[in-house]
Protein backbone atom coordinates (compact mmCIF):
# COMPACT_ATOMS: atom_id res chain seq x y z
CA UNK A 1 0.00 0.00 0.00
CA UNK A 2 1.51 3.49 -0.91
CA UNK A 3 0.84 6.16 1.61
CA UNK A 4 0.20 9.09 -0.47
CA UNK A 5 0.72 13.36 0.47
CA UNK A 6 -0.98 15.39 -2.19
CA UNK A 7 0.42 18.49 -2.33
CA UNK A 8 -1.82 21.04 -3.47
CA UNK A 9 -5.63 20.86 -2.62
CA UNK A 10 -7.18 23.31 -6.16
CA UNK A 11 -9.16 21.84 -9.45
CA UNK A 12 -6.45 18.87 -10.71
CA UNK A 13 -5.94 18.05 -6.49
CA UNK A 14 -9.93 17.10 -6.84
CA UNK A 15 -9.48 14.87 -10.03
CA UNK A 16 -6.26 13.40 -7.74
CA UNK A 17 -7.58 12.49 -4.31
CA UNK A 18 -10.35 10.44 -6.47
CA UNK A 19 -7.97 8.42 -7.99
CA UNK A 20 -5.54 7.58 -5.18
CA UNK A 21 -8.56 6.99 -2.79
CA UNK A 22 -10.09 4.90 -5.50
CA UNK A 23 -6.75 2.77 -6.19
CA UNK A 24 -6.71 -0.29 -3.47
CA UNK A 25 -2.66 0.21 -3.95
CA UNK A 26 -2.90 3.54 -2.46
CA UNK A 27 -4.24 5.68 0.42
CA UNK A 28 -4.50 9.53 0.86
CA UNK A 29 -2.20 10.19 4.08
CA UNK A 30 -2.47 13.93 3.58
CA UNK A 31 -3.11 16.87 2.27
CA UNK A 32 -1.74 20.08 1.93
CA UNK A 33 -2.21 23.73 0.25
CA UNK A 34 -1.01 27.01 0.83
CA UNK A 35 -4.54 28.07 2.36
CA UNK A 36 -4.82 25.39 5.15
CA UNK A 37 -9.07 25.50 4.38
CA UNK A 38 -8.70 24.29 0.97
CA UNK A 39 -6.80 21.09 2.58
CA UNK A 40 -8.74 20.89 5.18
CA UNK A 41 -12.07 20.67 2.73
CA UNK A 42 -10.43 18.53 0.25
CA UNK A 43 -8.93 15.97 3.19
CA UNK A 44 -12.40 16.10 4.89
CA UNK A 45 -14.12 14.91 1.56
CA UNK A 46 -11.43 12.22 1.11
CA UNK A 47 -11.36 10.85 5.02
CA UNK A 48 -7.73 12.22 5.21
CA UNK A 49 -5.85 14.54 7.10
CA UNK A 50 -4.85 18.23 6.16
CA UNK A 51 -1.04 18.86 7.17
CA UNK A 52 1.67 21.58 5.92
CA UNK A 53 3.59 20.79 2.76
CA UNK A 54 6.95 20.51 4.91
CA UNK A 55 4.77 18.08 7.17
CA UNK A 56 4.33 15.70 4.92
CA UNK A 57 7.53 16.14 2.59
CA UNK A 58 9.31 15.39 6.39
CA UNK A 59 7.05 12.21 7.14
CA UNK A 60 8.84 9.36 6.47
CA UNK A 61 5.71 6.99 6.68
CA UNK A 62 4.70 8.86 3.11
CA UNK A 63 6.14 6.99 0.03
CA UNK A 64 5.28 9.37 -2.05
CA UNK A 65 4.04 12.71 -3.17
CA UNK A 66 1.29 13.70 -5.74
CA UNK A 67 2.04 17.23 -6.99
CA UNK A 68 -0.66 19.26 -7.93
CA UNK A 69 0.19 22.94 -6.70
CA UNK A 70 0.71 25.73 -8.88
CA UNK A 71 3.15 25.38 -11.55
CA UNK A 72 5.46 27.87 -10.00
CA UNK A 73 6.08 25.53 -7.07
CA UNK A 74 6.76 22.09 -8.99
CA UNK A 75 10.24 21.85 -9.32
CA UNK A 76 11.63 23.30 -5.91
CA UNK A 77 8.98 20.83 -4.19
CA UNK A 78 10.53 17.77 -6.96
CA UNK A 79 13.52 18.57 -5.05
CA UNK A 80 12.63 18.76 -1.84
CA UNK A 81 10.40 15.50 -2.16
CA UNK A 82 12.92 13.39 -3.86
CA UNK A 83 15.42 14.08 -1.52
CA UNK A 84 13.68 13.08 1.71
CA UNK A 85 13.23 9.88 -0.49
CA UNK A 86 9.76 9.89 -1.66
CA UNK A 87 7.79 8.68 -5.70
CA UNK A 88 6.65 11.46 -7.07
CA UNK A 89 3.96 11.96 -9.67
CA UNK A 90 4.00 15.81 -10.73
CA UNK A 91 1.92 17.50 -12.27
CA UNK A 92 2.54 19.23 -15.74
CA UNK A 93 4.50 21.34 -16.83
CA UNK A 94 7.61 20.57 -14.45
CA UNK A 95 8.53 24.58 -14.79
CA UNK A 96 7.82 27.58 -16.72
CA UNK A 97 11.63 28.14 -16.72
CA UNK A 98 13.43 25.31 -18.69
CA UNK A 99 16.66 26.52 -17.81
CA UNK A 100 15.38 25.73 -14.23
CA UNK A 101 13.32 22.64 -15.41
CA UNK A 102 17.03 20.94 -16.48
CA UNK A 103 18.14 22.21 -12.78
CA UNK A 104 15.40 20.40 -11.39
CA UNK A 105 16.35 17.32 -12.89
CA UNK A 106 19.76 17.29 -12.54
CA UNK A 107 19.07 17.67 -8.45
CA UNK A 108 16.20 15.72 -8.25
CA UNK A 109 17.81 12.67 -10.40
CA UNK A 110 20.56 12.41 -7.90
CA UNK A 111 17.97 10.63 -5.19
CA UNK A 112 17.17 8.28 -7.42
CA UNK A 113 13.50 8.26 -6.97
CA UNK A 114 11.05 7.87 -9.44
CA UNK A 115 9.38 11.05 -11.25
CA UNK A 116 6.78 10.73 -13.39
CA UNK A 117 5.35 13.91 -14.94
CA UNK A 118 1.21 14.03 -15.90
CA UNK A 119 0.80 13.59 -19.25
CA UNK A 120 -2.58 12.14 -18.89
CA UNK A 121 -3.65 12.27 -22.55
CA UNK A 122 -1.17 9.22 -22.68
CA UNK A 123 -3.63 7.03 -20.75
CA UNK A 124 -7.07 7.84 -22.40
CA UNK A 125 -8.09 4.85 -24.08
CA UNK A 126 -8.66 6.16 -27.80
CA UNK A 127 -5.13 7.78 -27.77
CA UNK A 128 -3.29 4.40 -25.79
CA UNK A 129 -5.32 2.14 -28.46
CA UNK A 130 -3.97 4.37 -31.42
CA UNK A 131 -0.60 4.13 -30.13
CA UNK A 132 -1.26 0.25 -29.27
CA UNK A 133 -2.13 -0.18 -33.33
CA UNK A 134 0.89 2.25 -34.64
CA UNK A 135 3.33 -0.29 -32.26
CA UNK A 136 1.65 -3.05 -33.66
CA UNK A 137 2.56 -2.19 -37.10
CA UNK A 138 -1.20 -2.01 -38.64
CA UNK A 139 -0.63 1.15 -40.55
CA UNK A 140 2.97 0.77 -41.55
CA UNK A 141 5.24 3.59 -40.67
CA UNK A 142 4.13 6.69 -39.51
CA UNK A 143 4.47 9.86 -42.00
CA UNK A 144 2.07 12.39 -40.98
CA UNK A 145 0.35 13.21 -37.49
CA UNK A 146 -1.93 15.76 -37.00
CA UNK A 147 -3.60 17.13 -33.50
CA UNK A 148 -6.80 19.51 -32.67
CA UNK A 149 -6.76 20.66 -29.47
CA UNK A 150 -9.41 23.23 -28.58
CA UNK A 151 -10.39 24.58 -25.22
CA UNK A 152 -14.85 25.12 -25.00
CA UNK A 153 -13.75 28.41 -23.47
CA UNK A 154 -10.51 30.81 -22.95
CA UNK A 155 -10.19 30.97 -18.54
CA UNK A 156 -9.70 34.36 -16.86
CA UNK A 157 -6.86 36.63 -18.06
CA UNK A 158 -5.81 36.78 -14.77
CA UNK A 159 -4.94 32.78 -14.96
CA UNK A 160 -3.37 33.69 -18.70
CA UNK A 161 -1.05 36.04 -16.95
CA UNK A 162 0.58 33.60 -14.67
CA UNK A 163 0.29 30.61 -17.44
CA UNK A 164 3.84 31.07 -19.29
CA UNK A 165 1.65 31.54 -21.96
CA UNK A 166 -0.75 28.96 -24.59
CA UNK A 167 2.51 26.88 -25.84
CA UNK A 168 3.84 25.92 -22.22
CA UNK A 169 0.40 25.72 -20.44
CA UNK A 170 -1.77 24.55 -23.17
CA UNK A 171 0.12 23.17 -26.05
CA UNK A 172 2.63 21.21 -23.73
CA UNK A 173 0.04 18.10 -23.34
CA UNK A 174 0.18 18.30 -27.64
CA UNK A 175 3.75 18.50 -27.85
CA UNK A 176 4.37 15.31 -25.34
CA UNK A 177 1.15 13.62 -27.22
CA UNK A 178 3.52 14.41 -30.60
CA UNK A 179 6.46 12.46 -28.43
CA UNK A 180 4.16 9.48 -27.78
CA UNK A 181 2.79 8.95 -31.07
CA UNK A 182 6.22 9.53 -33.33
CA UNK A 183 8.45 7.99 -30.69
CA UNK A 184 11.08 11.01 -30.61
CA UNK A 185 11.21 14.62 -30.17
CA UNK A 186 11.14 16.75 -33.70
CA UNK A 187 14.45 18.15 -34.97
CA UNK A 188 12.61 22.01 -35.73
CA UNK A 189 9.41 23.57 -34.74
CA UNK A 190 7.65 26.32 -36.95
CA UNK A 191 4.71 28.16 -34.37
CA UNK A 192 2.21 30.91 -35.42
CA UNK A 193 -0.26 32.67 -33.34
CA UNK A 194 -2.18 35.17 -32.55
CA UNK A 195 -5.34 36.43 -30.32
CA UNK A 196 -8.43 36.42 -32.50
CA UNK A 197 -10.81 34.92 -29.62
CA UNK A 198 -9.71 37.74 -27.01
CA UNK A 199 -8.44 40.90 -27.39
CA UNK A 200 -7.42 41.11 -23.90
CA UNK A 201 -5.30 37.79 -23.88
CA UNK A 202 -3.38 39.52 -26.63
CA UNK A 203 -2.61 42.52 -24.43
CA UNK A 204 -1.18 40.76 -21.84
CA UNK A 205 1.51 38.95 -24.07
CA UNK A 206 -0.41 35.81 -25.28
CA UNK A 207 -1.94 34.25 -28.34
CA UNK A 208 -5.47 31.92 -27.90
CA UNK A 209 -5.44 30.30 -31.50
CA UNK A 210 -2.48 28.71 -32.54
CA UNK A 211 -0.93 26.34 -35.21
CA UNK A 212 3.03 24.25 -35.08
CA UNK A 213 4.27 22.64 -37.23
CA UNK A 214 7.28 20.72 -36.41
CA UNK A 215 9.65 18.31 -38.81
CA UNK A 216 11.35 15.20 -37.83
CA UNK A 217 15.14 14.02 -38.40
CA UNK A 218 13.99 11.41 -41.08
CA UNK A 219 11.66 13.79 -42.38
CA UNK A 220 8.17 13.09 -40.97
CA UNK A 221 5.90 15.75 -40.17
CA UNK A 222 3.28 16.65 -37.26
CA UNK A 223 1.19 19.46 -37.30
CA UNK A 224 -0.92 20.95 -33.81
CA UNK A 225 -3.76 23.20 -33.62
CA UNK A 226 -4.62 24.57 -30.53
CA UNK A 227 -7.81 27.46 -29.39
CA UNK A 228 -8.96 28.51 -26.52
CA UNK A 229 -12.32 28.45 -27.73
CA UNK A 230 -14.70 26.31 -29.46
CA UNK A 231 -18.31 26.91 -29.09
CA UNK A 232 -19.12 23.54 -29.37
CA UNK A 233 -17.12 22.23 -26.83
CA UNK A 234 -13.61 20.54 -26.03
CA UNK A 235 -12.19 19.24 -29.20
CA UNK A 236 -9.98 16.60 -28.79
CA UNK A 237 -8.75 14.93 -31.86
CA UNK A 238 -5.58 13.20 -33.10
CA UNK A 239 -4.82 11.99 -36.68
CA UNK A 240 -2.09 9.71 -37.58
CA UNK A 241 -1.08 8.55 -41.89
CA UNK A 242 0.87 5.94 -41.73
CA UNK A 243 2.39 4.24 -45.17
CA UNK A 244 -0.27 1.35 -44.74
CA UNK A 245 -3.22 3.24 -43.28
CA UNK A 246 -5.01 5.35 -40.90
CA UNK A 247 -5.43 6.23 -37.67
CA UNK A 248 -7.73 8.07 -36.24
CA UNK A 249 -9.43 9.28 -32.43
CA UNK A 250 -12.43 11.27 -32.40
CA UNK A 251 -14.05 13.28 -30.01
CA UNK A 252 -16.18 11.65 -26.82
CA UNK A 253 -19.72 12.73 -27.05
CA UNK A 254 -21.90 13.32 -24.22
CA UNK A 255 -24.24 10.83 -25.96
CA UNK A 256 -24.03 8.99 -29.21
CA UNK A 257 -27.51 9.87 -30.50
CA UNK A 258 -27.91 10.27 -34.10
CA UNK A 259 -30.91 12.03 -35.32
CA UNK A 260 -31.69 11.98 -39.38
CA UNK A 261 -34.28 13.80 -40.54
CA UNK A 262 -35.29 16.13 -43.64
CA UNK A 263 -33.34 18.92 -41.92
CA UNK A 264 -30.30 17.11 -41.75
CA UNK A 265 -28.44 14.28 -39.95
CA UNK A 266 -27.18 15.63 -36.16
CA UNK A 267 -25.80 14.47 -33.30
CA UNK A 268 -24.48 15.31 -29.48
CA UNK A 269 -22.02 17.57 -28.62
CA UNK A 270 -18.30 16.32 -27.52
CA UNK A 271 -17.98 16.01 -23.93
CA UNK A 272 -17.53 19.69 -22.11
CA UNK A 273 -14.01 19.93 -20.98
CA UNK A 274 -11.05 17.79 -19.23
CA UNK A 275 -12.39 17.15 -16.21
CA UNK A 276 -15.34 14.73 -18.22
CA UNK A 277 -13.48 14.14 -21.38
CA UNK A 278 -10.07 12.45 -19.04
CA UNK A 279 -11.45 11.23 -15.70
CA UNK A 280 -10.51 7.70 -16.74
CA UNK A 281 -7.22 9.10 -18.37
CA UNK A 282 -6.32 10.41 -15.19
CA UNK A 283 -7.80 6.75 -12.94
CA UNK A 284 -5.15 4.80 -15.49
CA UNK A 285 -2.43 7.35 -15.06
CA UNK A 286 -2.48 7.17 -11.35
CA UNK A 287 -2.63 3.36 -11.90
CA UNK A 288 0.80 3.43 -13.78
CA UNK A 289 2.50 4.98 -11.69
CA UNK A 290 1.16 2.48 -8.73
CA UNK A 291 2.32 -0.27 -10.65
CA UNK A 292 5.33 1.17 -11.72
CA UNK A 293 6.63 2.36 -7.73
CA UNK A 294 5.41 -1.50 -6.37
CA UNK A 295 6.89 -3.19 -9.01
CA UNK A 296 10.74 -1.11 -9.63
CA UNK A 297 9.96 -0.31 -12.67
CA UNK A 298 10.38 2.17 -15.42
CA UNK A 299 7.47 5.17 -15.53
CA UNK A 300 5.44 5.58 -18.28
CA UNK A 301 6.20 8.92 -18.42
CA UNK A 302 9.68 10.19 -17.17
CA UNK A 303 10.99 13.58 -15.99
CA UNK A 304 12.54 14.04 -19.34
CA UNK A 305 9.66 13.46 -21.48
CA UNK A 306 8.74 17.10 -19.45
CA UNK A 307 11.37 18.65 -20.17
CA UNK A 308 11.78 17.55 -23.91
CA UNK A 309 7.79 19.29 -23.88
CA UNK A 310 8.87 22.62 -22.28
CA UNK A 311 11.79 22.49 -24.85
CA UNK A 312 9.42 22.05 -27.75
CA UNK A 313 7.02 25.03 -25.84
CA UNK A 314 10.03 27.38 -25.25
CA UNK A 315 11.13 26.59 -28.78
CA UNK A 316 7.48 27.20 -30.50
CA UNK A 317 7.25 30.46 -27.84
CA UNK A 318 10.25 31.88 -29.83
CA UNK A 319 9.14 30.81 -33.14
CA UNK A 320 5.86 32.45 -32.53
CA UNK A 321 8.16 35.61 -31.82
CA UNK A 322 10.55 35.92 -34.05
CA UNK A 323 8.17 33.91 -37.60
CA UNK A 324 11.53 31.84 -37.79
CA UNK A 325 11.40 28.48 -37.42
CA UNK A 326 13.78 26.83 -34.64
CA UNK A 327 15.76 24.55 -34.06
CA UNK A 328 14.81 21.92 -30.67
CA UNK A 329 18.54 21.74 -30.29
CA UNK A 330 18.97 25.62 -29.77
CA UNK A 331 17.04 25.71 -27.03
N1 LIG B 1 -3.06 17.38 -16.42
C1 LIG B 1 -4.10 18.17 -16.54
O1 LIG B 1 -5.03 17.90 -17.29
C2 LIG B 1 -4.17 19.43 -15.71
C3 LIG B 1 -5.38 20.11 -15.60
C4 LIG B 1 -5.44 21.25 -14.80
C5 LIG B 1 -4.29 21.71 -14.16
N2 LIG B 1 -3.11 21.04 -14.33
C6 LIG B 1 -1.88 21.51 -13.65
O2 LIG B 1 -2.05 21.29 -12.25
C7 LIG B 1 -1.48 22.36 -11.50
C8 LIG B 1 -2.56 22.96 -10.60
O3 LIG B 1 -3.60 23.46 -11.42
P1 LIG B 1 -5.05 23.78 -10.83
O4 LIG B 1 -5.89 24.12 -11.99
O5 LIG B 1 -5.48 22.70 -9.91
O6 LIG B 1 -4.72 25.12 -10.00
P2 LIG B 1 -5.44 25.68 -8.70
O7 LIG B 1 -5.00 27.10 -8.60
O8 LIG B 1 -6.88 25.34 -8.67
O9 LIG B 1 -4.74 24.83 -7.51
C9 LIG B 1 -3.42 24.98 -7.13
C10 LIG B 1 -3.37 24.95 -5.59
O10 LIG B 1 -2.01 24.85 -5.16
C11 LIG B 1 -1.91 25.58 -3.94
N3 LIG B 1 -0.49 25.81 -3.62
C12 LIG B 1 0.38 26.71 -4.16
N4 LIG B 1 1.61 26.53 -3.62
C13 LIG B 1 1.53 25.50 -2.73
C14 LIG B 1 2.45 24.82 -1.89
N5 LIG B 1 3.75 25.16 -1.86
N6 LIG B 1 2.01 23.77 -1.13
C15 LIG B 1 0.71 23.41 -1.16
N7 LIG B 1 -0.22 24.01 -1.96
C16 LIG B 1 0.19 25.04 -2.73
C17 LIG B 1 -2.75 26.82 -4.19
O11 LIG B 1 -3.13 27.45 -2.97
C18 LIG B 1 -3.95 26.22 -4.93
O12 LIG B 1 -5.01 25.85 -4.06
C19 LIG B 1 -0.91 23.34 -12.53
O13 LIG B 1 0.47 23.12 -12.65
C20 LIG B 1 -1.62 23.00 -13.83
O14 LIG B 1 -0.82 23.25 -14.97
C21 LIG B 1 -3.04 19.91 -15.07
Redesign the pocket.
Known sequence: MIKVGL???????GVHATAISNNPGSELSAV????PE??EKLAEQFRSVART?DEIIADPAINAVLI????D??SE?IEAATAAGKAVLC???VDLSLERARACRDNAMQHGQPIMI???RRFDPNFKAMKTALDAGEIGKSELLSITSFDPAPPPVAYIKVSGGLFR?MMI?DFDMATFMMGEAPVSIMAVGSSVVDSEIGEAGDVDTAAVTMTYADGRIAVIKNSRRAVYGYDQRVELLGSEGLLQAQNMLENTVVKSTTAGVTGAKPTYF?LER?MPA?AAEWSAFVEAVNAGSALPVSLDDGITALAMAEAATKSAKTGQPVMLADV
Open positions: LGAGRIASDYFNATATSTTHLEKPGFNDHFYY
